[in-house]
């Protein structure tokens, strides 16, 4: 019988504070109608504590997890973190999470592929279970994304909010959990969203700082061009693939970048939004942690045997779509 990654249990966390549209009114020139039409975000969360980012948000979501699962953090293999706001350029955020959770039995590493991280981490995950030498693997999404977003610049600080998400990868031999997947990436992309300074080729120095250039820099017309065409060709190709019809799929956990790129997505799929898994309006984009923040949020309505499709692109460009038979 094959071995199967199975998701069996998922938890997220979110900060309290809500920044919604009326206040970005305020911040920046912007209105409610025109953010709600070009992306449809309502509004975001924001880690509002100096002394917390990325880490404690994936631990938060990770300790809401295991406690569900009636799990101790000492049975946990591996933890792997997607994200692109790590606390430090080292160690790495999975450490950190593990020594606050008390996973010390636990290795981890984290991994960066812009908004398709998660889905990047989750395929990556999965190997370690079908290979038979893990058992319990933690994929966290987690992302400041606040703390790179300049608060002055119309184009972006509409879109991004912090937030985190936790899955529980174990064995499955029932014909559930990830059946299919296909990740692509594409270099000659990144030039039109990159975050400019704080790497080797541009290290922080004042001037970096005065120019701004350690926020989200974006070209937003030549990312949709894209990202519209590529989330939709990858879900496409995962049902294909698995010879899917509309009918047979339960939902589809896409990406919360934009509204219009979602729904691209899902007519090409052939699919109504009612099968649409959509929370970008009460998050915004929070970049690693839209897809298990769609499934914390629907999980009340998945069932055992539900065929889900996840779908991403993020900058690189990167992006990846997963076939999903859901486990319990």
Known sequence: MKTTAAITGVAAYVPEYILDNAELEQMVDTKNEWIMSRCGVSERRILKDTDKASAFMAAEAAQKLLAKKNISPLEIDLIIVATVTPDHQYPA?????????GATNAWGFDLQAACSSFIYALNTGSKFIESGTHTKVLVIGSDKMSSIVDYTDRKTSILFGDGAG????????????????????????KKYLYQPAGGSIMPASLDTIVNKQHFVHMDGQAVFKVAVT????????????????????????????????????????????????????????????????CLSDWEHELKKG????????????????MYIKWSY
């Open 306 to 321: 539900d065929n889900i499709i996840l779908t991403t692109f993020g900058a690189g460009f990167t992006w990846g779509g």
């Open 166 to 189: 936790a899955v529980l990868l174990e064995p499955s031999t029932d014909e559930t959990g990830i059946i299919d997947a296909k990740m692509y990436s594409d270099g000659s992309g």
């Open 230 to 293: 590529k989330m939709a060709d990858v879900a496409a190709e995962m049902m294909e693939r698995n010879h899917l019809t509309s009918d047979d799929i339960a939902f589809l956990t896409p990406h919360q970048a934009n509204k219009r790129i979602i729904e691209a997505t899902a007519n090409r799929m052939g699919i109504g939004m009612e099968k649409v898994m959509l929370n970008i309006e009460k998050y915004g984009n929070t970049t690693s942690a839209t897809l298990p923040l």
């Open 93 to 101: 955020t999975a450490n950190i999470v593990a020594d606050m959770i």
